[in-house]
């Protein structure tokens, strides 16, 4: 299982323990060069999917409008960022499809659990990211681009 915190940390869990197999702690955060005064500075996980039967996870923050895509390591002990996909406006849901060949992505002007905060150049949509997969040369496994 995975969760996001209000305090920008991306967990790992098992249903054996009661504590978190892994957690990266601000897993998204305001970029310190953002120009964009508008973008709040809160780092709240908003949004996590996972691709099933993998060891591929999606998660979207409250301020950094941007999906990252994680891979969990040996024994999802660890987490590694693979790519970050950035967008416009806030967020507010994620999915993939059955198939893992396509991430959906609920965008909106405002956060959703709130009208704290509203980003006049986002539109309210849902965006399609088509996935590719590849297979990994190093270790023999299968990534996502």
């Known amino acids: 299982m ?10 790992l869990w098992s249903v054996t323990k009661k504590r ?6 601000n897993a998204h955060k305001k970029p310190t060069n ?14 996590v999917a996972s691709l099933h039967s ?6 979207a923050g409250s301020c950094d409008s941007c999906i990252k895509i994680w891979q969990c ?5 660890s ?10 406006g806030f967020v507010n849901a994620l999915t993939f499809s059955s198939d ?7 965008i909106g002007q405002e956060h959703k659990l709130g009208r704290w905060w509203r980003l006049k150049n986002a539109k309210n ?21």
């Open 54 to 59: 993998t060891d591929i996870l999606a998660s």
């Open 34 to 47: 953002s120009l964009d005064d508008s973008i709040p500075d809160e780092s709240w996980i908003t949004a």
């Open 79 to 88: 987490l590694k960022c693979l790519f970050t996909i950035p967008m416009v």
């Open 100 to 106: 893992g060949k396509t991430l959906i992505a609920g």
């Open 20 to 25: 978190p197999l892994c957690t990266e702690p």
């Open 125 to 145: 949509a849902l965006c399609i990211i088509p996935l590719e997969r590849r297979e990994n040369i190093e270790n023999g496994k299968e990534d996502l681009s």
């Open 73 to 77: 390591g040996d024994g999802f002990r």
């Open 2 to 11: 995975v969760s996001g915190a209000d305090n920008g940390s991306l967990s």
